[in-house]
C-alpha cells in the first residue's frame, strides 16, 4: 500500500459557522497530511478556505493500492466528516479529488 496526499476541492452553498469548521477540521485530523513527509515539508493544512469565498480545498492523507482507490478514499473520508458535523452533501458539492502527493519511501 502507499500513500497518497489526495485535494478534494469543493464550495459550501451555505457558509458553515466557525464551530461547524472546527469539528470538521477535527473529524478529519486522522487523515492530516502533515503526518507523511510530503505534508510536512509543504506545511499542508487539512481544510483551506479562499479568500472572500466559500471555496475550499480538503487535503487528505490516505493509503491506498493505486491512484483510483486513494481518490475515491479520500472524497469517501471527506463525505462522511461532513456528514458527522451536520453539513448535508447536498450544500458542499465536492469537485473532483486529486493526487497532490506520494509519500513513498
Known sequence: ??????????????EPSASARTELVRALRPA????????????LDILTFYPDSTAFS?????????NASAEARARQLATDALRSVG????????GQPVITGIDAD
Open 58 to 66: 480538503l487535503r487528505l492523507e490516505v493509503e491506498a493500492h493505486d
Open 32 to 43: 492530516d497530511p502533515r503526518t507523511t513527509e510530503f505534508g510536512a515539508a509543504e506545511d
Open 1 to 14: 500500500m502507499t500513500v497518497y496526499v489526495v485535494t478534494i476541492p469543493g464550495t459550501f452553498l451555505k
Open 87 to 94: 453539513i448535508p452533501e447536498e450544500e458542499v458539492p465536492l
